[in-house]
């Protein structure tokens, strides 16, 4: 029976549409973030890391992490969804670091079964709200409206 093992949340600092989440060991790593990261769809999946792309150029997001012991299912909100992606993932060493363009936030967290080959899927809510207010010229976006979760479990 699969089982939520552990939940982080962490607010993440967002520059040029991107931050990243990473193996822990940037020396692992043939291209550590930012190296050719491109805003893109809500994830792009390069060796050792995922390139996140958020709704707006400059702002904070918040980011829900959990780990499984097994694939966690669809998670419950529907079709209300703004973005979502899923894919796999090798880590090398089995911990996780989140970055922001200009570095490494101290925001850590381990995977379940150290190294090795990880499933995820990832949830964005409030991507699109994110948007209107900036191309409204909102002079301050709301902290945290757009929220994303990561789930990580185990191939």
């Known amino acids: 029976m699969r089982r939520l093992l552990v939940e982080h ?3 993440v600092p967002v520059s040029f ?12 790593l043939d291209s550590p973030f930012p190296d050719g ?3 893109g769809e809500l994830v792009t999946v390069l060796p050792g890391r995922l390139d996140v ?16 012991s097994g694939e966690p ?6 079709d209300g969804w703004d973005a979502t992606a899923s894919g796999s993932l090798t880590v090398p060493s089995g911990g996780m670091a989140v970055w922001e ?11 379940p079964d150290g190294a090795g080959a990880y499933q995820f899927d990832a949830y964005d809510s409030g991507r699109e709200q994110a948007r209107s207010l900036s191309r409204h ?3 301050c976006i709301p ?7 990561v789930r990580f479990w185990p191939s």
Request: glycine share 10%; proline share 2%.
């Open 17 to 28: 549409y991107l931050f990243g989440i990473q193996d822990i060991d940037e020396t692992a």
């Open 143 to 149: 902290q945290e409206v757009e929220e994303i979760t």
């Open 9 to 11: 949340r962490f607010v």
């Open 101 to 111: 363009v200009m570095g490494r936030t101290p925001d850590t967290f381990a995977l």
């Open 53 to 68: 792309t958020t709704g707006v150029h400059t702002q904070a997001v918040a980011l829900h992490v959990q780990c499984w």
């Open 73 to 78: 299912g669809r998670l419950e909100g529907g």
């Open 37 to 39: 990261a491109v805003s």
């Open 137 to 139: 010229k909102a002079t």
